[in-house]
């Protein structure tokens, strides 16, 4: 079970930003599988049959928000 569900990168929220989901498609018929905060950084990783592997960090300096899951 993963906590954080979403995490949007960018300043401004509504326009000009990224948004990824835990269960969103991506590159190519992966989804995201897991969104971990780190000591320095963001991690997504995306699931295609059982690989799982690392797509893409964030350092904490950028502008992010961050959406828990709330079902525990």
Do not use: A
């Amino acid at each position: 079970m993963t906590l954080i569900r979403k995490i949007t990168i960018g300043i401004n929220y509504k326009t000009d930003s990224m948004h990824y989901s835990v269960g969103q498609e991506v590159y190519g018929g992966h989804v995201i599988c897991d969104i971990l905060e780190k000591e320095d950084r963001f991690s997504i990783f995306i699931r295609k049959g059982k690989d799982v592997l690392p797509w893409k960090d964030f350092n904490k300096n950028m502008g992010i928000s961050v959406e828990y899951d709330l079902n525990y």
